[in-house]
């Protein structure tokens, strides 16, 4: 089982839409959980990142995690044409804290349509 | 501050030819990674350094080399090139601490072995 498993997508929304993307993952001792924004011939950008459960909140994103079910989530409110991007969820390898190498997701293609 | 440079931008190899890719990143950062990432599969970790001098394998070492000399510099070796290295190369640094989770991602380089 991989330690982080992410739908590739592509997925297509209009301008405006709510857009929910979702990783799940198989290790319980997981903690810390990113996201990454990734522009097309670009390298990734961290976007958020959250700790255990709950929601953080950051502008038009929602960053999502349960523990219960090993889900995260990433909502986007009002998408616009510039969140166009990948999206990698990613978390430390093994569950370690700052530092350890990061395991991704294989991200999730999302385009904004106007 | 220019943050992580990566050079070259792009590079067509022969197979059985050798490279290196190479890495600087200017904010002292202690931590730094290479990663390659292939269509829709995410990023893999091939090595990464905790320091100068100290360096790890990763998930996917196998047919490359890694050394670092300096904080600064971490230079990706590719002996005996194979169609499967084909792949686009990103080069990361973070800052030392337990909360770092942050990586900090250069523009890649994008390799075609034929």
């Known amino acids: 089982q991989k330690e982080v498993e992410q739908d590739p997508g592509p997925l297509s929304v209009p301008e405006g839409a709510i857009v929910s993307l979702n990783c799940t993952y198989s290790?319980?001792?997981?903690?810390?959980f990113m996201w990454y924004r990734q522009y097309s011939r670009k390298g990734p950008e961290l976007l958020m990142y959250t700790y255990s459960s709950g929601n953080k909140e950051d502008g038009r994103f929602t960053a999502q995690v349960d523990k219960s079910s090993k889900y995260i989530s990433l909502f986007i409110r009002d998408s616009q044409p510039s969140d166009s991007a990948t999206y990698l969820c990613a978390t430390p390898k093994g569950g370690g804290s700052g530092n350890t190498p990061l395991v991704f997701g294989k991200g999730t293609r999302l385009s904004v349509i106007a | 501050n220019a943050g992580v440079t990566q050079t070259p931008k792009f590079r067509i190899l022969k197979i059985g030819q050798s490279m290196t890719l190479q890495c600087t990143q200017d904010?002292?950062?202690?931590?730094m990674y290479w990663y390659r990432q292939d269509p829709g599969m995410g990023l893999k970790l091939i090595y990464y350094s905790v320091g100068a001098g100290i360096t790890d394998k990763g998930e996917v070492p196998n047919g490359y080399n890694v050394s670092r000399s300096t904080t600064e510099d971490f230079p990706l070796r590719l002996e005996l090139a194979a169609p499967s290295q084909t792949s686009v190369y990103f080069c990361?640094?973070?800052?030392?601490?337990?909360?770092?989770?942050?990586?900090?991602f250069g523009p890649g380089t994008r390799l075609t072995v034929t």
């Open positions: 904010m002292n950062h202690n931590y």
């Open positions: 990361a640094s973070s800052p030392w601490g337990s909360s770092s989770y942050e990586q900090y």
């Open positions: 290790n319980s001792a997981f903690q810390y």
